[in-house]
């Protein structure tokens, strides 16, 4: 499985960004997906997951209430709806998935990362 980020870029506070995973492979819609960010100077974090048929969705407490996580097996992608954002999103953003059950845990694929920058 290959993962390709896109939509990142600078946006001031409180303004909204949509980021798209397009993945390859016929699988896809079997994978559960993930989205993590790392921020300079800092670990990587878990931001939100959603399962293979979009009925379980997982937030982190930093983002509940302002990221929206979906996808759309037909187009074999996965989106990151960001509104409201704050300066301290401010990371470089990863798409993720793994064949199995579970939000946490080791993700076996990983994209490139696009940056998000939130100016105040």
């Known amino acids: 499985v290959q993962l390709v980020e896109s939509g990142g870029g600078l946006v001031q506070a409180g303004g909204s960004l949509r980021l798209s995973c397009a993945a390859s492979?016929?699988?896809?819609?079997?994978?559960?997906m993930g989205w993590f960010r790392q921020a300079p100077g800092k670990e990587r974090e878990f931001v939100a997951a959603?399962?293979?048929?979009?009925?379980?969705?997982y937030y982190s407490d930093s983002v509940k209430g302002r990221f929206t996580i979906s996808r759309d097996n037909a187009k074999n992608t996965v989106y990151l709806q960001m509104n409201s954002l704050k300066p301290e999103d401010t990371a470089v953003y990863y798409c993720?998935?793994?064949?199995?059950?579970?939000?946490?845990?080791?993700?076996?694929?990983w994209g490139q990362g696009t940056q998000v920058t939130v100016s105040s």
């Open positions: 492979g016929r699988t896809f819609n079997r994978y559960m």
């Open positions: 993720a998935a793994k064949p199995r059950t579970g939000y946490l845990g080791e993700y076996d694929y």
């Open positions: 959603i399962n293979w048929t979009g009925g379980s969705i």
